[in-house]
């Protein structure tokens, strides 16, 4: 079966979130393994696609593209996106105007997106949500070296789950709760 992707462009290991192995793709390029996709098939591969339409919508300015590539029928998929320099976003950051400014529009298009989809996305990642290390951080916003905000993983929390996602749907509902939680002590800690 052949794969969309290049197997010899595969480098270093970047890392991983909840959801994701990440590794260098190329010199410019990351490329994404999804845990999800591996465990459940078309159905992650369908979740994946349509999560990533709605994170266009309300959020196309921050969203890094993502080149989706699916094969076996849509079973499979990898995501391939640019490498860029970052880090996770931290609450002490909100001090600098532009970093607020940008904070407080994904705030607002994430507010809208709820009021209009009913389910938020993953904002915080595995970091942020286990409150890794110190201070305040959310993993699924980043922060480049020039003070713009950018969101490297659109996921919805929401799933409709099968007999094997059952755990991952206990997650998802203990990362809804928690998160709430969290965003309103982000945005108000070191503002």
């Known amino acids: 079966m052949t794969k969309p992707y290049d ?4 480098g270093k290991f970047v890392g991983w979130g909840g959801e994701h ?3 260098e793709y190329g010199d410019k390029e990351v490329i994404k393994f999804s845990v999800h996709v591996w465990l459940s098939g078309k159905s992650a591969v369908e979740k994946k ?8 919508k309300y959020f196309d300015k921050y969203l890094i593209p993502i080149k989706i590539l699916t094969w076996d029928n849509g079973k499979k998929a990898v995501e391939i996106q640019e490498k860029i320099k970052c880090r996770f ?3 002490q950051d909100l001090k600098n105007e532009k970093v607020k400014e940008q904070f407080d529009d994904i705030a607002e298009r994430h507010h ?3 009021t209009d989809v009913g389910v938020p996305f993953d904002l915080f990642g595995r970091e942020g949500l286990l409150k890794i290390g110190q201070p305040k951080k959310i993993s699924n916003i980043l922060i480049t070296p020039t003070k713009e905000l950018v969101l490297i993983d659109f996921t919805l929390l929401e799933l409709k789950p099968k ?3 059952w755990p991952l749907w206990l997650i998802i509902q203990w990362a809804k709760g928690r998160q709430r939680k969290l965003f309103a002590e982000f945005s108000k800690s070191e503002a």
């Open 7 to 10: 197997k010899n462009k595969i």
């Open 112 to 114: 809208r997106m709820v």
């Open 49 to 56: 696609k349509k999560d990533y339409e709605i994170g266009k």
């Open 163 to 165: 007999i094997r996602e």
């Open 89 to 91: 976003l931290k609450s």
């Open 21 to 23: 192995f990440v590794y």
